[in-house]
């Protein structure tokens, strides 16, 4: 009995012990992230990685042009710890939401630091105001990275090290890939380099690769193609030859198939321009996006259909 006892007396202090042990520490919440639509989205998680969680308001294969927020959205920017927007007047929608939230944390405008292109005014359009597809160009994502870094230090302080050591990494696949699309456009002469897309999404890209861009439409996809503008395109293609002509993945495609019907040029496929696709559509990632326009464009642009 004594040693049955004694056992009993021995298991209660183990079972003491452990009670009385710390608890082990839990891992913290990660951070709640709203990115206004799905490159921005993309960027936030390769900076981020599993220290936040990223939803996007306009999510694969949608116009961000285009999107009317609905109820399921600002219930998503009013739990955000973290709001991430282009800038440069893309999300026109974006204040109304942010004040009909009531929205009071950090943001982020991912093209601070960036110089606009403004909107030219050929093909009788005017876009006197800034065009906001920068992140056309890569250079221009490496400072979406480092501002949305900022973004992420100044929101989780605790986290900075890791925001700055995925910022780091993420600079360095875009460097690769800026380099990538300079070599591969190095075979072909700047004068044989001219493209037509839906709209006026690509000057960034342009002025970046010396890429000449035209299109019907202006730099948002709610921007009406003049009768003109249209004329004067057909004429520019059938004058300069000019072999590459696209629809894009956000884009209503009758104008680029009216073009086409005209002047006898077939569509050479489609570019990702306002989205990215889910996974499987070609361009989950920012990178795969980059890397399937220009091996399109080069391909079309070099007649090598």
Not at 179 to 189: E, G, K, L, Q, V
Not at 211 to 237: D, N
Request: glycine share 10%; net charge positive.
């Amino acid at each position: 009995m004594f040693v049955l006892f004694r056992r009993r007396v021995a298991l209660a202090g183990a079972l003491a012990s452990v009670l009385a042990a710390p608890a082990p520490a839990r891992a913290a919440e990660p951070l709640r992230v709203v990115a206004t639509f799905s490159i921005l989205g993309d960027l936030v998680r390769q900076v981020g990685g599993e220290r936040v969680a990223v939803q996007t308001l306009v999510g694969p294969g949608a116009d961000a042009h285009v999107f009317q927020p609905a109820p399921t959205h600002a219930r998503q920017v009013g739990q955000a710890q973290l709001v991430v927007s282009n800038g440069l007047g893309y999300e026109g929608w974006m204040p109304r939401l942010l004040q009909s939230t009531g929205y009071k944390g950090p943001q982020v405008v991912a093209t601070q630091g960036i110089k606009p292109i403004k909107g030219d005014k050929d093909h009788g359009h005017d876009h006197g105001h800034a065009d906001p597809h920068a992140w056309q160009s890569v250079p221009n994502a490496i400072l979406y990275v480092k501002n949305i870094a900022d973004g992420l230090c100044a929101a989780d302080a605790a986290g900075c090290a890791a925001y700055r050591a995925g910022a780091a990494r993420t600079t360095d696949e875009l460097k690769k890939l800026d380099a990538d699309i300079r070599t591969a456009w190095a075979p072909i002469a700047p004068a044989e380099r001219k493209v037509i897309t839906s709209h006026a999404a690509y000057a960034y890209y342009g002025q970046a690769y010396d890429v000449r861009f035209l299109s019907p439409q202006g730099v948002s996809t709610e921007s009406e193609a003049s009768a003109k503008g249209v004329a004067q395109l057909v004429r520019q293609i059938r004058r300069d030859g000019i072999r590459a002509l696209f629809i894009e993945n956000v884009s209503d495609p009758r104008l680029i198939e009216q073009i086409a019907r005209e002047t006898g040029l077939k569509p050479a496929g489609r570019l990702f321009s306002d989205s990215l696709t889910p996974p499987g559509g070609g361009a989950p990632t920012y990178v795969d996006m980059m890397r399937a326009n220009t091996q399109a464009l080069v391909r079309a642009v070099a007649g090598r259909l």
